[in-house]
Protein backbone atom coordinates (compact mmCIF):
# COMPACT_ATOMS: atom_id res chain seq x y z
CA UNK A 1 0.00 0.00 0.00
CA UNK A 2 2.64 2.83 0.45
CA UNK A 3 4.49 1.71 -2.24
CA UNK A 4 1.70 2.57 -4.43
CA UNK A 5 0.89 5.62 -2.49
CA UNK A 6 4.82 6.45 -3.10
CA UNK A 7 4.55 5.74 -6.95
CA UNK A 8 1.29 8.60 -6.97
CA UNK A 9 3.67 10.81 -5.20
CA UNK A 10 6.22 10.16 -7.79
CA UNK A 11 4.24 10.80 -10.62
CA UNK A 12 2.15 14.18 -9.03
CA UNK A 13 5.82 15.72 -8.89
CA UNK A 14 6.91 14.89 -11.98
CA UNK A 15 3.48 15.60 -13.69
CA UNK A 16 3.74 18.85 -11.56
CA UNK A 17 7.63 19.50 -12.85
CA UNK A 18 5.74 19.71 -16.30
CA UNK A 19 3.21 21.35 -16.08
CA UNK A 20 0.51 18.79 -16.12
CA UNK A 21 -1.08 20.37 -12.74
CA UNK A 22 -4.58 18.56 -13.22
CA UNK A 23 -3.09 14.94 -13.62
CA UNK A 24 -0.61 16.56 -10.50
CA UNK A 25 -3.50 16.97 -8.21
CA UNK A 26 -5.31 13.95 -9.00
CA UNK A 27 -1.99 11.98 -8.56
CA UNK A 28 -1.45 13.37 -4.63
CA UNK A 29 -5.28 13.15 -4.00
CA UNK A 30 -4.59 9.33 -4.59
CA UNK A 31 -0.95 8.91 -2.61
CA UNK A 32 -2.60 10.83 0.28
CA UNK A 33 -5.67 8.30 0.41
CA UNK A 34 -3.47 5.25 -0.13
CA UNK A 35 -1.10 6.99 2.83
CA UNK A 36 -4.03 7.18 5.07
CA UNK A 37 -5.34 3.68 4.10
CA UNK A 38 -2.11 2.26 5.06
CA UNK A 39 -1.96 3.97 8.38
CA UNK A 40 -4.94 3.04 9.20
CA UNK A 41 -4.52 -0.73 8.33
CA UNK A 42 -1.32 -0.19 10.70
CA UNK A 43 -2.83 1.17 13.15
CA UNK A 44 -5.44 -1.84 13.26
CA UNK A 45 -3.11 -4.65 12.52
CA UNK A 46 -1.29 -2.94 15.53
CA UNK A 47 -4.07 -3.18 18.04
CA UNK A 48 -5.01 -6.69 16.99
CA UNK A 49 -1.59 -8.29 17.32
CA UNK A 50 -1.30 -6.48 21.32
CA UNK A 51 -4.68 -8.38 21.88
CA UNK A 52 -3.52 -11.71 20.63
CA UNK A 53 -0.72 -10.93 22.51
CA UNK A 54 -2.62 -10.43 26.23
CA UNK A 55 -5.01 -13.44 25.06
CA UNK A 56 -2.14 -15.90 24.95
CA UNK A 57 -0.48 -14.89 28.34
Same mark, same amino acid.
Given at each position: ??????? +?? /???????? %???? $?????? =??????? +?? /???????? %???? $?????? =???
Amino acid at each position: MLKWALI +FF /IISLVAGV %FGFT $GIASGA =AAVAKIL +FY /IAVALFLL %FLVL $GVIALN =AVK
